[in-house]
């Protein structure tokens, strides 16, 4: 379980070679996942340039996470998603860069299922949760770090994206009382969430069905982020990525009316 060090601290992975597309000529390293989506998605989420030629997409919602630990010397590095386990006492932080405008929720869940809502802030509950394309919001935002404490267990962070506000995640009711919720209204919250999340994924396949210049990038040991999009979905080994770049995840619809929204769950385990 984990609480803010001011009261109330983590990050995963992943970022690699892409197959270059462009016109001219590319130099070596200059094509990475992250530049491929970084160019190819605007701000309203439209996919354009390397990226439609790649994945055939008219929308995409994308963004990339870490989980910052802090060492013993006071840094920070970003935690690799091939051995997400911590030890009590451990802080950390988690940072999410939006590929376009986007509305991000985060909550995080403990071992016994309890959700709270980190962003947005229990204290600012009016703030609207916006993060604008390149932009990166840290959390905690205020300079503290969450702490892993006890009890051990596997707990959850959950990010939520989308191009529309999403209200009924974080209901104003939520805000009200929030250390005196009776657990009746906490199961109410997180069936009504829970709603929310499964509409945007159910849509999602979770086998692999791959284009041919898709097939082409994966039969050439090419390593790509995690893609769920409608009728692709994959993710490289923990061993192919640079752990130090942080994790991609995007959804992306063929039908240009289509912006789809993202679900995210980070797990962490303590011992």
Request: glycine share 6%; no cysteine.
């Amino acid at each position: 379980m984990f609480e803010n060090t001011k009261k109330w601290a983590a990050a995963l992975v992943l970022t690699v070679p892409f197959v270059a597309y462009a016109d001219e000529p590319a130099k070596k390293g200059e094509y990475s996942v992250r530049s491929i989506i970084r160019k190819g998605i605007d701000d309203q989420g439209r996919v354009h340039g390397d990226l439609a030629k790649v994945t055939g997409l008219a929308n995409a919602t994308s963004l990339a996470y870490k989980v910052l630990l802090v060492k013993e010397d006071g840094t920070e590095a970003t935690v690799d998603a091939a051995d997400p386990t911590f030890k009590f006492g451990q802080q950390f932080r988690i940072e999410i860069e939006a590929d376009s405008d986007l509305y991000v929720y985060v909550f995080h869940e403990g071992p016994n299922g309890t959700r709270t809502i980190l962003m947005p802030d229990v204290v600012d509950n009016n703030r609207i949760p916006m993060v604008r394309r390149g932009q990166k919001k840290v959390l905690p935002d205020d300079g503290t770090y969450f702490e892993f404490v006890p009890p051990a267990g596997v707990e959850k962070l959950l990010v939520y994206a989308s191009p529309e506000r999403r209200d009924q995640l974080t209901p104003k009711d939520a805000f009200e009382n929030v250390e005196e919720m009776d657990k009746k209204k906490m199961i109410e919250l997180k069936n009504q969430q829970d709603k929310v999340i499964s509409e945007a994924t159910k849509n999602q396949p979770k086998e692999v069905a791959t284009s041919p210049d898709i097939q082409k990038v994966v039969q050439s040991n090419e390593a790509l982020p995690e893609f769920r999009l409608r009728g692709m979905r994959w993710q490289p080994e923990a061993a192919e990525t640079n752990a130090a770049e942080g994790q991609t995840v995007m959804v992306g619809s063929y039908d240009p009316k289509v912006r789809p929204d993202l679900f995210v769950e980070i797990s962490l385990q303590t011992r």
